[in-house]
């Protein structure tokens, strides 16, 4: 079964970085498209970014040039490394697989399989 585990969450100020991780078990990473979520309080789901099994990556526009997703696949981890953290940013972080990532929106009902979250705080 797939799983995914991930850390690295924490607080920090606004104009810090974080790099969260992804690990994977139970499968080959290399197969699959891997995609960052987050949830803030009281809103939806949205997609963050992903990558696909060849490397390729899309962002959400609000962080294109501050966050970039990377994949190790020897490793079945992928990271989510973060730039210049917003207060916007602050919110619970999901990685998920087994779903598309490509240009256009990404909808987290594509994704089969998800890991537990961890929290992001950007706040002075």
């Known amino acids: 079964q797939l799983q995914f585990v991930e850390s690295g969450g924490s607080s920090v100020q606004p104009g810090g970085s974080l790099r969260l991780s992804c690990a994977g078990s139970?499968?080959?990473?290399?197969?699959?498209?891997i995609a960052w979520f987050r949830q803030a309080p009281g809103k939806e789901r949205e997609a963050v970014g992903c990558?696909?099994?060849?490397?390729?990556?899309f962002y959400k526009d609000s962080v294109k040039g501050r966050f970039t997703i990377s994949r190790d696949n020897a490793k079945k981890t992928v990271y989510l490394q973060m730039d210049n953290l917003e207060p916007e940013d602050t919110a619970v972080y999901y990685c998920?697989?087994?779903?598309?990532?490509?240009?256009?929106?990404?909808?987290?009902?594509?994704?089969?399989?998800w890991g537990q979250g961890t929290q992001v705080t950007v706040s002075s």
């Open positions: 998920a697989g087994k779903g598309m990532c490509h240009g256009g929106t990404i909808n987290d009902y594509e994704y089969s399989y």
């Open positions: 139970g499968f080959t990473l290399d197969l699959y498209s």
């Open positions: 990558v696909t099994r060849n490397f390729d990556t």
